[in-house]
């Protein structure tokens, strides 16, 4: 495809044909089959719930209506407490599970996961309530007091439930579109708190909890996991990982309006993470530096520097720009599945929009690749919006890569990934003038999530198969 038969807004980057040096293939390879292994274990774990309920006389108590609603509250109390502890374990961070999803998949089934959990929580205190006022013949509000302020650990299973509800409303679209992710994330850590706090009443007043051997084993096992794979995962790998490679602020570069790069230095650093990566990032020595953000490398990362480039988004992304050279880092990851281990075909189109490109920018430069392999599109509302665009020049003009910058304002009134100027095409239409042989690469998308189902829906619509597309979300 020439450069005339390009709709306005989309100009060719200039390409070579050097052949590029050989890269290896990335080392952060996970075999697809363990999400069918994550997914096998959480329904087994619901599935040996329901058999430890059964074998505690669960279905013998179903025969009246007070002790059946108790026995059905028990089993609903059972299933959410299953639940919380699998979604404490599918966020904290495990590599295999985290190399297998990918943090935007994970993100929907915690929020899944959790939003069932707390269904059923609701589900079990109305149950169990009611259960209980119709065998002792009382009204809902003298039982409910009776609970709260009678039974051993109820008190600090009521406040439990308040955390984990106030963690699920804060989870809701609505409610966090409303929230800074700063503060969206502080109050996410008080779930943690209300995992902790049901303990005692699980224990105490939970008689499926202790009924039988396997029951204790089976419930104090999957604590233990919950607990050990936080500490080890969210707490001790991030410090060793810190601690190995001494990361402090070197630059801040000022790459456009509201852009800007800070360059880190350390050791080690090219085993820090891969190319399309991000890890959680905190900065010392600025206010809320405790508050980690995610960030995706937006350069291969040497021995000795890694670099990440921000748009001046929110509080945390804004303060980057006044980041003083000297400032310790400290890092948690690397997180995602945006890197060249997932690539399966030798041809791939990298879809980038907005600073969304940082990671694609990676990934074009540490690519194994033959000229005209792969295929880079950088959407823009503006020429000034282009970030890094001279360096995507350069790489092209080293690798042989094709790179258009698809520049323009939005289509009104439709969801598409093309600018203005392309209306007059549909979204798959413009992809195939692009690249004509899309239907034969893999596609990594990166931008905003609106913007990345159309893009997708658009490599779907030129028979790129689910599994070719590769996309991380950065939506909370």
Same mark, same amino acid.
């Given at each position: 495809?020439?450069?005339?038969?390009?709709?306005?807004?989309?100009?060719?980057?200039?390409?070579?044909?050097?052949?590029?040096?050989?890269?290896?293939?990335?080392?952060?390879?996970?075999?697809?089959?363990?999400?069918?292994?994550?997914?096998?274990?959480?329904?087994?774990?619901?599935?040996?719930?329901?058999?430890?309920?059964?074998?505690?006389?669960?279905?013998?108590?179903?025969?009246?209506?007070?002790?059946?609603?108790?026995?059905?509250?028990?089993?609903?109390?059972?299933?959410?407490?299953?639940?919380?502890?699998?979604?404490?374990?599918?966020?904290?961070?495990?590599?295999?599970?985290?190399?297998?999803?990918?943090?935007?998949?994970?993100?929907?089934?915690?929020?899944?996961?959790?939003?069932?959990?707390?269904?059923?929580?609701?589900?079990?205190?109305?149950?169990?309530?009611?259960?209980?006022?119709?065998?002792?013949?009382?009204?809902?509000?003298?039982?409910?007091?009776?609970?709260?302020?009678?039974?051993?650990?109820?008190?600090?299973?009521?406040?439990?439930?308040?955390?984990?509800?106030?963690?699920?409303?804060?989870?809701?679209?609505?409610?966090?579109?409303?929230?800074?992710?700063?503060?969206?994330?502080?109050?996410?850590?008080?779930?943690?708190?209300?995992?902790?706090?049901?303990?005692?009443?699980?224990?105490?007043?939970?008689?499926?909890?202790?009924?039988?051997?396997?029951?204790?084993?089976?419930?104090?096992?999957?604590?233990?996991?919950?607990?050990?794979?936080?500490?080890?995962?969210?707490?001790?790998?991030?410090?060793?990982?810190?601690?190995?490679?001494?990361?402090?602020?070197?630059?801040? +570069?000022?790459?456009?309006? /509201?852009?800007?790069?800070?360059? *880190? &230095?350390? $050791? #080690?650093?090219?085993? !820090?993470? @891969?190319? =399309?990566?991000?890890?959680?990032?905190?900065?010392?020595?600025?206010?809320?530096?405790?508050?980690?953000?995610?960030?995706?490398?937006?350069?291969?990362?040497?021995?000795?520097?890694?670099?990440?480039?921000?748009?001046?988004?929110?509080?945390?992304?804004?303060?980057?720009?006044?980041?003083?050279?000297?400032?310790?880092?400290? +890092?948690?990851?690397?997180? /995602?599945?945006?890197?060249?281990? *997932? &690539?399966? $075909? #030798?041809?791939?189109? !990298?879809? @980038?929009? =907005?600073?969304?490109?940082?990671?694609?920018?990676?990934?074009?430069?540490?690519?194994?690749?033959?000229?005209?392999?792969?295929?880079?599109?950088?959407?823009?509302?503006?020429?000034?919006?282009?970030?890094?665009?001279?360096?995507?020049?350069?790489?092209?003009?080293?690798?042989?890569?094709?790179?258009?910058?698809?520049?323009?304002?939005?289509?009104?009134?439709?969801?598409?990934?093309?600018?203005?100027?392309?209306?007059?095409?549909?979204?798959?239409?413009?992809?195939?003038?692009?690249?004509?042989?899309?239907?034969?690469?893999?596609?990594?998308?990166?931008?905003?999530?609106?913007?990345?189902?159309?893009?997708?829906?658009?490599?779907?619509?030129?028979?790129?198969?689910?599994?070719?597309?590769?996309?991380?979300?950065?939506?909370?």
């Amino acid at each position: 495809m020439t450069a005339v038969m390009l709709p306005d807004g989309m100009d060719p980057a200039p390409a070579s044909t050097r052949r590029p040096r050989a890269l290896q293939r990335h080392r952060l390879s996970v075999a697809p089959w363990w999400r069918d292994v994550v997914g096998a274990l959480t329904w087994a774990s619901v599935l040996v719930v329901v058999a430890l309920w059964v074998s505690n006389s669960g279905l013998q108590h179903l025969s009246g209506l007070g002790t059946g609603l108790v026995s059905l509250g028990r089993l609903s109390g059972l299933l959410s407490a299953d639940l919380l502890l699998i979604q404490v374990l599918l966020m904290a961070r495990i590599p295999l599970v985290e190399g297998a999803y990918g943090q935007d998949v994970l993100a929907h089934r915690h929020r899944l996961v959790g939003f069932t959990s707390v269904n059923l929580l609701a589900v079990h205190l109305v149950l169990i309530i009611a259960g209980y006022a119709a065998v002792d013949d009382v009204n809902l509000i003298a039982q409910t007091w009776d609970f709260v302020v009678n039974y051993p650990g109820m008190l600090l299973a009521t406040a439990a439930t308040a955390l984990i509800v106030m963690v699920s409303w804060t989870s809701i679209k609505r409610a966090r579109a409303k929230l800074r992710y700063e503060s969206w994330h502080l109050l996410h850590l008080y779930a943690y708190l209300g995992v902790g706090l049901s303990i005692p009443h699980e224990v105490w007043t939970g008689a499926d909890f202790t009924a039988s051997p396997p029951a204790r084993l089976y419930w104090w096992s999957l604590y233990a996991a919950a607990l050990g794979a936080v500490l080890i995962w969210r707490v001790g790998v991030p410090l060793w990982r810190t601690a190995r490679h001494r990361l402090v602020v070197e630059q801040v +570069v000022q790459e456009g309006p /509201g852009v800007v790069s800070v360059i *880190v &230095r350390g $050791r #080690r650093l090219d085993r !820090l993470a @891969g190319a =399309g990566q991000f890890l959680t990032w905190r900065f010392r020595g600025r206010e809320g530096w405790t508050r980690g953000h995610p960030f995706s490398l937006s350069a291969v990362p040497t021995r000795e520097r890694a670099r990440i480039t921000v748009k001046a988004l929110g509080d945390g992304s804004s303060a980057l720009a006044g980041l003083r050279p000297g400032s310790r880092v400290m +890092v948690e990851g690397p997180y /995602g599945r945006l890197h060249a281990g *997932v &690539r399966t $075909r #030798r041809k791939v189109t !990298l879809i @980038g929009s =907005g600073i969304g490109i940082t990671p694609l920018r990676a990934l074009l430069e540490e690519f194994e690749q033959q000229p005209g392999e792969v295929t880079l599109i950088y959407r823009a509302s503006s020429e000034a919006d282009l970030v890094l665009r001279h360096e995507l020049d350069s790489l092209a003009a080293h690798t042989g890569a094709r790179v258009f910058y698809v520049v323009g304002r939005r289509i009104r009134g439709r969801r598409s990934w093309l600018p203005s100027s392309a209306a007059h095409l549909s979204d798959a239409e413009a992809l195939r003038q692009l690249v004509p042989d899309i239907a034969e690469h893999d596609v990594y998308l990166c931008g905003a999530q609106e913007w990345m189902d159309a893009a997708a829906a658009a490599a779907l619509a030129n028979e790129v198969p689910a599994s070719r597309i590769h996309t991380e979300r950065f939506s909370w």
